[in-house]
């Protein structure tokens, strides 16, 4: 059974800090691109971040470039977006997604709140 599960969401003040995990299990986890999504009330799914396997290159929304980084562990099959001098704008419930040619799973959200 593929399951995605996101954790490390939560209320943070502007300039603040959160980490969030996406733990992995039922699939080769090491094989599959690793993305971060994100959503906002009224507005469409965006990505924000990926990193691919085999080399972990990565990439990043240019809203987000110098504030977030995303990673992965291997061995504990787990993906990580670690984020930084947040804004109300990064507000939003944040997706994890694996891809792997045709097959594509995703998480269930975390939600993310950054506001005073």
């Known amino acids: 059974q593929v399951q995605l599960v996101e954790s490390g969401g939560g209320l943070v003040q502007p300039g603040g800090s959160l980490s969030l995990s996406c733990g992995a299990s039922?699939?080769?986890?090491?094989?599959?691109?690793m993305t971060w999504y994100r959503q906002a009330p009224g507005k469409e799914r965006e990505l924000v971040a990926t990193?691919?396997?085999?080399?972990?290159?990565?990439n990043y929304a240019d809203s987000v470039k110098g504030r977030f980084t995303i990673s992965r562990d291997n061995a504990k099959t787990t993906a990580y977006l670690q984020m930084s001098n947040l804004k109300p704008e990064d507000t939003a419930v944040y997706y994890c997604?694996?891809?792997?040619?045709?097959?594509?799973?995703w998480g269930q959200g975390t939600q993310v709140t950054v506001s005073s």
């Open positions: 997604n694996a891809a792997l040619r045709w097959m594509i799973y």
């Open positions: 039922g699939f080769t986890f090491s094989l599959y691109a």
């Open positions: 990193i691919s396997s085999g080399s972990g290159s990565t």
